[in-house]
Nanobody, 126 residues
Framework: VQLVESGGGLVQTGGSLRLSCAVA????????EGWFRQAPGKEREFVAG???????IYADPVKGRFTISRDNAKTTVYLQLNSLKPEDTAVYYC?????????????????????WGQGTQVTVSS
């Protein structure tokens, strides 16, 4: 599976961005995708995830501000970032995990994802 992120940039506090992740090379129809972020000097952390059937999970710091979604063809995963704060500044990564059973499962662990994109920088100025 290949993943390519886009949509990052520089935005002021309170602004919005929409990140996109183009997904290619799936061989089955049962994957979970997630968005993670990594700020300088910090570990990569879970932001939001979506199951093949559309279930969603969000990290507490972004609940109510970020929204994860997919297009109908399930070839692109989006992350809508609203009400951005300086602490949201990070490189944002898209990841994909093949599921072997329940299609409603959302993976939140960094170490259990199979494929990663190259990342896109989001910078929020105060």
């Amino acid at each position: 599976v290949q993943l390519v992120e886009s949509g990052g940039g520089l935005v002021q506090t309170g602004g919005s961005l929409r990140l996109s992740c183009a997904v290619a090379g799936r061989t089955f129809n049962n994957y979970a995708e997630g968005w993670f972020r990594q700020a300088p000097g910090k570990e990569r952390e879970f932001v939001a995830g979506i199951s093949w059937s559309g279930n969603q999970i969000y990290a507490d710091p972004v609940k109510g501000r970020f929204t994860i979604s997919r297009d109908n063809a399930k070839t692109t995963v989006y992350l809508q970032l609203n009400s951005l704060k300086p602490e949201d500044t990070a490189v944002y990564y898209c990841a994909s995990k093949e599921l072997m059973g329940y299609s409603g499962y959302v993976e939140t662990s960094v170490s259990l994802y199979d494929a990663w994109g190259q990342g896109t920088q989001v910078t929020v100025s105060s």
